[in-house]
């Protein structure tokens, strides 16, 4: 191992995926987003009331590379 392994930093991921949830039925799923990006708020089918609803971001899962 040399020095300069050892003197690089950590890169961040430039993605993250984040649990969406609907605000209707409860309905989540997982999405990936910038790490700089807003908070995801998106309007898909909901499976539980088989109609679109709104769904928003609910918390940060892991990040992506």
């Known amino acids: 191992m040399r020095l300069t392994n050892i003197l690089y930093k950590k890169v961040k991921a430039?993605?993250?995926m984040v649990?969406?949830?609907?605000?209707?039925?409860?309905?989540?799923?997982?999405?990936v987003?910038?790490?700089l990006?807003?908070?995801v708020?998106?309007?898909r089918f909901d499976p539980?009331?088989?109609k679109e609803a709104v769904y928003r971001e609910?918390?940060?899962i892991r990040s992506v590379k």
């Open 14 to 16: 430039k993605r993250i």
């Open 37 to 39: 990006g807003d908070k």
């Open 48 to 50: 539980y009331i088989q």
């Open 41 to 43: 708020e998106t309007i």
């Open 19 to 31: 649990v969406v949830e609907s605000m209707v039925s409860g309905h989540k799923f997982n999405t």
């Open 58 to 60: 609910l918390k940060k």
């Open 33 to 35: 987003r910038e790490r």
